[in-house]
């Protein structure tokens, strides 16, 4: 065999490493995951490598369905790869302090009911009545993710780098956990590197890169990641290393609060929604900050710019907007559409840009 050949061949091995490790992933936020189907998730499983679960969203608290959604997935499909959990915890939220006892109880549930999940994947963005100072909020974004590890879990981050800021500000003591960023820009790549090298992170786990899509008959977020991000620890670990840092990827938060079966909101008020890059709070389309959200929604945020059709309206402190929604701000752009906030409840959205056709405004209402 000449020397041409044998180039050949490495070429070909090459690529094809590359593409098998190149995987897609998505993310179902708390409402979608109770009404998954076997079909629905068969479906989505021969799209797809990885699932991601909302398990926490805000307010609302603990996802009730999401041992049985667990337990469907993996007979559906989802085995070969680690499910991952989400979850949006925010300090103005009822039910969420002390955020060392929410994340225990999170965790204490998923033990208890074999739910061995890869990796815990705290949400952080913005929330319109969700965090208090900036300061504060880095107290307990911090607090939750080294109560986390502390319980021998894989921890992982899913944020942006505008909201990030608005969140916790300049706050970087946590890059060594892997980074799931948000930036809707429909490609599903890294080649966007402006938009996960903030914060003292410098390579990420895993991009959603659109989000609230029709997949299977579901309404899901887009994520990519590559072979080599993906965890496959289990929840099931007790140890308690505070340091847990590997992590496979997640797909944005996605919507608490009352829900119909799209993005709802969680927390004091307000809801918060996807957002791209924004300087500003964001918000965005109905459901999710990751998590896809099918149905009405309502969400409202602080920020971001707000694409796609529909009628709803974002206000926040930045954004472009398309489509009806209207969006108010300096910066950011988020699509989606969201809308208005209930009376209470807070929604973390996964960040990056929204796209939807939700609005609706319910007596409260994450993503």
């Known amino acids: 065999m000449n020397k041409s050949i044998i180039a050949l061949f490495l070429i070909i091995s090459l690529c094809t490493q590359s593409i098998v490790n190149a995987s897609y992933a998505v993310d179902v936020n708390m409402d979608v995951s109770g009404t998954l189907t076997s079909s629905d998730l068969k479906c989505l499983a021969s799209l797809n490598q990885k699932l991601i679960i909302q398990g926490w969203d805000g307010g609302h608290g603990l996802n009730q369905h999401l041992a049985s959604a667990f337990k469907l997935a993996v007979s559906s499909g989802f085995a070969s790869s680690p499910i991952d959990v989400y979850a949006f915890f925010c300090s103005q939220c009822g039910g969420n302090n002390p955020i060392s006892s929410a994340v225990k109880q999170l965790v204490s549930y998923c033990q208890s009911n074999g739910v061995n999940f890869g990796t815990l994947w705290i949400d952080v963005e913005q929330c319109t009545g969700c965090w208090g100072s900036t300061s504060a909020n880095t107290a307990f974004v911090t607090q939750a993710v080294q109560t986390a590890a502390s319980l021998g879990v894989n921890v992982g981050i899913y944020t942006s780098s505008g909201e990030w800021p608005l969140v916790v500000g300049s706050l970087s003591s946590l890059s060594q956990y892997p980074l799931w960023y948000a930036h809707y820009d429909g490609n599903p790549s890294f080649s966007d590197p402006k938009f996960f090298q903030f914060a003292g992170w410098k390579t990420p ?25 993906t965890s496959t620890s289990s929840s099931s670990s007790t140890t308690t290393s505070s340091d847990s840092t590997s992590g496979a990827i997640t797909s944005g938060a996605s919507t608490s609060g009352a829900s119909t079966s799209g993005a709802s909101t969680s927390g004091t008020s307000g809801t918060s929604g996807n957002s791209d890059s924004t300087s500003g709070a964001i918000t965005s389309g109905a459901s999710t900050s990751g998590a896809s959200t099918s149905g009405t929604s309502s969400t409202s945020g602080t920020s971001g710019s707000t694409s796609g059709g529909g009628s709803s309206s974002t206000s926040g402190s930045s954004g472009s907007t398309s489509g009806t929604s209207s969006t108010s701000g300096s910066s950011g752009s988020t699509s989606g559409t969201s809308s208005t906030s209930g009376s209470s409840g807070s929604t973390s959205g996964n960040s990056g840009s929204t796209s939807a056709t939700s609005s609706t405004s319910g007596s409260s209402g994450q993503v």
Request: aromatic share 16%.
């Open 205 to 229: 786990a895993m991009k959603q890169y659109d989000e609230n899509k029709s997949q299977c008959g579901v309404y899901v977020d887009m994520n990519y990641f590559t072979g080599s991000s």
